[in-house]
């Protein structure tokens, strides 16, 4: 090992050892994380224990976590002792009866339960499903769960097992009053659970309070302990919040929306991340997250903290076939930090809400990283950013059919590509006047062993022609980023969402003009008409390129798999969105008019000329190509010897 390996190899263990140094938790942290682990090892002990208790007490005594009844007092002091003791002093707030209160705005209604005071129901009044009925995000199922638990007298006590009371400005809601936020106007809700020990002079509850206006899909969410001091253990450091949902399906592609449908979250001070969609995972989140979203095609459910959550794990698990109106399982376990001693409030929002990319955008939170813009390559979502959707939102302040957006926006493009393409052409027209020339170098010379001769004549020939082989191929590169956007862009546009152009009912989704009574493997049970016009444009279009082509006779095996392109293509889009077909149908038909206009504008017989009076200019040689020439006459050389 030389100096120079060993001063590498110390360069790189100074680097990992800063690295590890700047990375390595603070011992603020590392004393916080041990009084989490002995809390948790501490309420599973307790919670083990309550288990074994009641696994051997009598079935027909054991107490129900909650007790539905209007009039408390129709217990006997047996039954309320029982309830004492397995609810701690939430024992009263464990008795009532099960209320739903409406509070909703201009485009959305929650139902909030009496019982655990979370929201039971969401629907999102301007959206229906795909079959049309309401658009409800959260459906109030038994699966379904948000709820915090905690301890009182080491009894584990969950709000899901509590009655809350509804107020508005902190006078008790009435059954005849209406919760509606119009315009600007805010409406508040907060229900309450209240203590053993609360007295009007010393108030003790827990709070849900809920803040709606106008036309926001974004809510206020604060939680609230006050005065609970004495009612829940002053051992506790953190709550948890155990946050569970069953998304239901809303779009006609159930697979489709299933591969679009997973947990977002975003750290306090990093980016936004996922469990992969195309699989079940699970994930711990062990520093402060920002938000957690169970986001789905076009929907999404997020809970955001103002200060951010301490640490959460997070789990997205598939739904089988057969529960075909639902397609995921997610689950979020929160940790809140919690003072004992003190009143605790957390500051939270709901966004329940479409993956607008304008809506999102305005929260400054990262929301919008949930749409798939193609994050990943940053010209991809800057093209989409920057350029795409400025245009397809101005083009959208007209009220044209979005099938005609399509189009102008296609065309725009088209237009801002239009040099691009020129350039194409033009060395394409170049190539295939010097297609002649290079066949009579490959009769020259047909054998393997001449290869690098044959090479060394081509480039000649190009150099003298004053013909770039690479210019053809530069301006294809230049538009494929352009290429991804689009195709990231319209199957994640929910502005497409349900809107119909000609035969498509639904541009997000694929249209269908005839449904088989069979699966065709790799193909689906339906053809889409866009996506034939689509494939069929690719055949025209390589068959029209390939005639252009000085090379097309040299490579069978090349024009073959051009040709396979468009039936793959065809299997592979026919169950995409119908707009993302349709787009790149229109591009076809306007690269033919372009191909067209080029021909009838480009005098091939003056190109020609020009060709032929550049061979007769002297050519200088590059100092890269002299060194090609030289390394080509060494291994010519080398060659020779070899054979002596």
Not at 273 to 285: A, M, V, Y
Request: charged share 25%; with cysteine.
């Amino acid at each position: 090992m030389n100096r120079d390996n060993i001063i590498g190899l110390i360069f790189i263990a100074i680097i990992i050892i800063g690295y590890s140094l700047w990375m390595a938790p603070s011992e603020e942290e590392l004393a916080e994380r041990r009084m989490r682990e002995a809390e948790r090892e501490r309420i599973e002990a307790l919670e083990a224990e309550r288990a074994e208790e009641e696994a051997i007490q009598p079935v027909d005594t054991m107490p129900e976590p909650a007790i539905e009844t209007e009039d408390p007092e129709l217990l006997d002091a047996g039954e309320q002792e029982r309830l004492r003791e397995r609810m701690g002093h939430f024992s009263n707030a464990a008795i009532g009866q099960e209320d739903f209160f409406i509070i909703e705005n201009e485009v959305m209604r929650l139902n909030i339960s009496s019982r655990g005071g979370h929201i039971h129901k969401a629907e999102l009044t301007d959206y229906k499903t795909w079959d049309q009925e309401p658009l409800i995000l959260i459906k109030g199922l038994e699966e379904e769960r948000f709820t915090i638990h905690f301890f009182s007298d080491d009894r584990n006590v969950s709000t899901e097992n509590l009655y809350f009371s509804p107020y508005v400005n902190n006078r008790p809601l009435t059954d005849q009053e209406q919760l509606k936020a119009e315009g600007s106007e805010m409406q508040r809700l907060s229900m309450r659970a209240y203590t053993d020990q609360h007295t009007d002079e010393s108030p003790s509850f827990i709070e849900f309070v809920y803040t709606l206006q106008g036309d926001a899909y974004m809510l206020d969410f604060d939680v609230r302990f006050i005065g609970t001091d004495t009612a829940i253990n002053r051992s506790l450091t953190y709550l948890n919040l155990d946050w569970r949902a069953k998304l239901p399906r809303s779009e006609k592609n159930r697979e489709n929306e299933l591969n679009n449908t997973t947990v977002y979250y975003k750290y306090a001070n990093d980016d936004v991340s996922r469990i992969r969609p195309t699989r079940d995972g699970s994930e711990r989140l062990s520093t402060r997250v920002r938000w957690i979203s169970f986001k789905q095609q076009f929907f999404s459910s997020t809970l955001i903290s103002e200060e951010g959550f301490a640490e959460a794990d997070v789990t997205s698990t598939m739904l089988g076939e057969e529960e075909e109106d639902f397609l995921k399982n997610m689950t979020a376990s929160i940790v809140l930090p919690f003072n004992a001693r003190q009143d605790n409030i957390y500051n939270m929002k709901w966004y329940l809400g479409p993956n607008r990319y304008r809506t999102l955008t305005q929260y400054d939170l990262q929301l919008e990283r949930q749409i798939p813009l193609g994050w990943g390559f940053f010209l991809t979502s800057w093209i989409n950013r920057i350029l795409v959707i400025p245009v397809f939102n101005f083009l959208d302040g007209f009220n044209f059919n979005y099938g005609i957006i399509i189009l102008i926006l296609t065309i725009l493009l088209k237009i801002v590509l239009l040099p691009i393409a020129y350039k194409t052409y033009m060395s394409q027209a170049k190539m295939r006047l010097l297609k002649p020339e290079i066949e009579e170098l490959t009769k020259k010379f047909p054998n393997k062993e001449d290869a690098m001769k044959k090479q060394q004549a081509t480039m000649a020939l190009y150099k003298k022609a004053g013909v770039n082989p690479m210019a053809g191929c530069i301006p294809m590169l230049l538009q494929l980023p352009i290429l991804i956007s689009l195709f990231r862009f319209f199957p994640a546009s929910i502005e497409l969402r349900q809107e119909s152009f000609l035969w498509a009912d639904d541009l997000s989704s694929y249209d269908s003009i005839l449904d088989l009574p069979f699966t065709i493997p790799f193909y689906g049970e339906h053809v889409s008409l866009f996506t034939l016009l689509m494939a069929g444009s690719m055949v025209i279009y390589t068959k029209m390129n390939s005639q252009m082509m000085s090379s097309s006779s040299q490579m069978p095996g090349m024009k073959m798999m051009m040709y396979f392109m468009p039936v793959m293509l065809l299997a592979i889009f026919n169950s995409f969105a119908s707009g993302l077909s349709y787009y790149y149908f229109l591009a076809n038909v306007i690269t033919f008019a372009q191909m067209f206009l080029f021909k009838k504008v480009i005098d091939e017989d003056a190109l020609h000329a020009k060709i032929e009076a550049n061979k007769k200019k002297p050519v200088k040689k590059s100092k890269w190509q002299q060194r090609m020439e030289e390394l080509a006459k060494q291994q010519e050389a080398q060659k020779k010897r070899r054979k002596k």
